[in-house]
């Protein structure tokens, strides 16, 4: 069994750029799955938050990307 914890972390206007990341005992994501790639893309919600054009973080696994992750990534990167 696996167990999740999610954590909400209020950011920084100048740290929105590593928004939606995801640890595993403290290893991020990316760095667990190895075939993730991160780029950053428009966010029109952020950028609604912050009053600007804002990017935020997003991944991209097998060829899909993924704004927030999939269940299946998430699997994946657990061994299961």
Not at 31 to 54: I, M, P
């Amino acid at each position: 069994m696996v167990e999740v914890t999610f954590e909400e972390v209020l950011l920084k206007k100048e740290d929105v750029a590593g928004s939606n990341a995801i640890f595993f005992n403290g290893v991020v994501f990316e760095d667990v799955l190895l075939r993730l790639r991160v780029s950053h893309n428009a966010c029109s919600c952020c950028s609604g938050l912050l009053g600007e054009e804002t990017c935020c973080r997003t991944v991209e696994h097998e060829e899909e990307v993924l704004a927030s992750l999939v269940r299946r990534a998430l699997r994946k990167a657990a061994g299961l």
